[in-house]
């Protein structure tokens, strides 16, 4: 059973239809990443999931239950929710902004240090230096860490996430996408994520929605709308970023799959992708694979090539 089941979803404010008919489904442990150009109405749908914004028409199911048979506070509280504005509270400390959910759930005060110790460790900002900082004494990249740690201190099952890196520059947003991605935390969890960013999307989706003028124009893996898009639209969107997307998307065991001018892919880790080999290739580490930069463009060339071919036949 999926753990969110979105049904013929409908959203109009006045006269302007903003979500379409819409549904999908979110297995657990999944990553779905809602893309798409502004006003597309990403931000409104993921409010639909959380009744922030109840539907015209249209069900969510969450674990199989109808949203509307839960009380919105406790179907939030199942939910960790991470805005772009952070929405720290001004007033409190870091570890206070930690707690005010678990508080609410009546958690014990000793569980609560304790999982607030280990989250504000876990997101580089050591407990002993931030925990009784406030937040106007953070940067923008620590806030947004202490709002995702306070998205997570309830250990909810669901996670959905509004542009949670939108007020970074972009080598931060790249640093602490990293950080999110590797968090074991997450993992586990059942995460929706609305961006713009579609490299953002690339990296951290399992499947890509992606939307425009309220409806669903392509759904499924980030390799799958790079490599057959449905409409225009869709190949349109990524057309400007399509070369970078296809270094990240396509790994060594993809390229050098058929290929006959290397059979050693079983000697290194075959799921990297081809912008990592490179990078680890071009930073004077020349001898870390059995092939040079010029093999590897030749072969990501064929695979390319072989992805062409599939898509006219
Ligand atoms: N409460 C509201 N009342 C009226 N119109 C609204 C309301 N909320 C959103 N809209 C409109 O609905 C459309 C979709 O908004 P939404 O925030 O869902 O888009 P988005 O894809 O998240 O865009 P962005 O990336 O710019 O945040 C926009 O045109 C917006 O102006």
């Known amino acids: 059973m999926p753990v969110i089941r979105a049904t013929g979803l409908r959203k109009s404010f006045g006269a302007h239809a903003v979500v379409r008919d819409v549904s999908f489904e979110v297995a657990a442990g999944e990553t779905l990443v809602l893309l798409g150009p502004s006003g ?47 929405g720290l509270l001004p007033h409190y400390t870091v570890a206070e902004n930690i707690a005010v959910v678990p508080r609410l759930l009546g958690h014990a005060p000793a569980a609560i240090a304790a999982r607030t110790e280990a989250l504000l460790t ?71 994520l609305v961006t713009h960013d579609v490299t953002e999307a690339f990296e951290l989706a399992d499947r890509i929605m992606l939307l425009d ?36 998307t396509l790994t060594l065991n993809d390229i050098f799959r058929d290929s006959t001018t290397d059979d050693s892919a079983a000697s290194f880790a075959a799921n990297i992708t081809v912008h990592e080999a490179l990078e680890t290739l071009t930073s004077g580490n020349a001898a870390a694979f059995p092939f040079t930069v010029a093999q590897l463009m030749a072969a990501f ?9 599939g898509w006219k036949r």
């Open 213 to 248: 003028g309220g409806r669903i124009q392509q759904l499924g893996p980030p390799r799958e709308l790079l490599f057959r898009p449905a409409n225009g639209f869709v190949r349109d969107f990524f057309a400007a970023e399509r070369l970078a997307l296809q270094l990240r």
């Open 122 to 192: 876990r997101l580089h900002l050591p407990p002993a230096r931030y925990a009784g900082q406030l937040p106007h004494q953070l940067s923008g990249g620590q806030q947004q860490r202490v709002g995702l740690a306070r998205a997570l201190a309830a250990d909810p099952p669901i996670v959905l996430l509004d542009e949670p890196f939108g007020a970074l520059d972009p080598v931060t947003r790249a640093s602490i996408r990293r950080e999110f991605r590797e968090l074991e935390e997450l993992k586990t969890k059942t995460v929706v």
């Open 40 to 86: 597309c109405g990403k931000t409104t749908l993921l409010k639909l999931l959380n009744r922030l914004i109840e539907p015209d028409g249209g069900t969510v199911e969450i674990n199989g239950e109808n949203v509307l048979s839960q009380r919105p506070e406790a179907l939030r509280r199942g939910m960790g929710y991470v805005i772009q504005q952070v």
């Open 301 to 309: 060339g064929e695979a390319l090539q072989r992805e062409e071919d």
